[in-house]
C-alpha cells in the first residue's frame, strides 16, 4: 500500500532563516506530487505541483520553491523565511486520476 | 490543533442525528468532486468522490448528491456520531491533464454527545 511522510511535523522558525520541507511517497511511482498551505481556520491553497522529476509548476508567486530530486521525494524551500509564511504545509500525492493523498502535515510557525 | 472555527462555517448537530453540508462550486466545467474530513492537527483525508455524470453516489454512513444545474454539492453523513467531528471540505477538479483539484473553504461539524 501506498504512504506519505512528511517532517519535520512542526517548526519553529525565526523571520528571514531557511527552511527545508520534506516529503516522500512510498509504494508507487511517478505519482504527481503537491504542496499545499493552510493557514489557520482556511481552505487549502496550492503553491506547487509536479508531474515528474524536475518538472515543478507554481502555482502562487512567492518567496517559496519547490523541487523534486527524486522520483518519490517533493522539497519545499525557503531561503529567507517571512512571517507570512507561517501555516501549515501539506503534501499530497495522486497517480493518474483526480483523487489526492494527504500526508500528514507540517505545522510551521514563522517567529 | 488549528483554530478553525475562527473564518469556517459551522454545523452543530447532536449524536445520532444525520448531518448535510453543503459545498457551492463555481466552474461549470467542473467533472469530477471529492468531499474530504479534515481533523485537528491532521491531513485531509479523502471520503467519497463523484463524476458530473451522477447525481448521487453512497458509502458507508455518507451520500454525495452533486446538482450540476445550480453547480451544488452535499454531503450526507447518517447516523453522526462524535468521531466525525472535523472539517469537511469540497473540492473540484480544475481541468488540464496535471489533475490539479480547487479545495471549498470548508465547514466544521461538531457532533454533540
Known amino acids: 500500500s501506498q504512504t506519505i511522510h512528511q517532517w519535520p511535523a512542526t517548526l519553529v522558525q525565526p523571520v528571514g532563516s531557511p527552511l527545508s520541507l520534506e516529503c516522500t511517497v512510498e509504494?508507487?511511482?511517478?505519482?504527481?506530487l503537491y504542496w499545499y498551505r493552510q493557514a489557520a481556520g482556511r481552505g487549502l491553497q496550492l503553491l506547487f505541483y509536479?508531474?515528474?522529476?524536475?518538472?515543478i509548476s507554481s502555482e502562487v508567486p512567492q518567496n517559496l520553491s519547490a523541487s523534486r530530486p527524486q522520483d518519490r521525494q517533493f522539497i519545499l524551500s525557503s531561503k529567507k523565511l517571512l512571517l507570512s509564511d507561517s501555516g501549515f504545509y501539506l503534501c499530497?500525492?495522486?497517480?493518474?486520476?483526480?483523487?489526492?493523498?494527504f500526508g500528514p502535515g507540517t505545522r510551521l510557525t514563522v517567529t | 490543533g488549528e483554530s478553525v472555527g475562527l473564518h469556517l462555517p459551522t454545523l452543530s448537530v447532536q449524536e445520532g442525528d444525520n448531518s448535510i453540508i453543503n459545498c457551492a462550486y463555481s466552474?461549470?466545467?467542473?467533472?469530477?468532486f471529492i468531499w474530504y474530513k479534515q481533523e485537528s492537527g491532521k491531513g485531509p483525508q479523502f471520503i467519497i468522490d463523484?463524476?458530473?455524470?451522477?447525481d448521487k453516489r453512497q458509502g458507508q454512513r455518507v451520500t454525495v448528491l452533486l446538482n450540476k444545474t445550480v453547480k451544488h454539492l452535499s454531503l450526507q453523513i447518517a447516523a453522526t456520531q462524535p468521531g466525525d467531528s472535523a472539517v469537511y471540505f469540497c473540492?473540484?477538479?480544475?481541468?488540464?491533464?496535471?489533475?490539479?483539484?480547487?479545495f471549498g473553504k470548508g465547514t466544521l461539524l461538531t457532533v454533540n454527545p
Open positions: 499530497a500525492w495522486s497517480l493518474d486520476r483526480y483523487e489526492q493523498y
Open positions: 509504494g508507487t511511482s511517478n505519482p504527481n
Open positions: 509536479s508531474v515528474g522529476i524536475g518538472q
Open positions: 466552474n461549470s466545467a467542473s467533472d469530477y
Open positions: 463523484i463524476r458530473s455524470n451522477m
Open positions: 473540492a473540484e477538479n480544475s481541468g488540464g491533464s496535471n489533475y490539479k483539484l480547487t
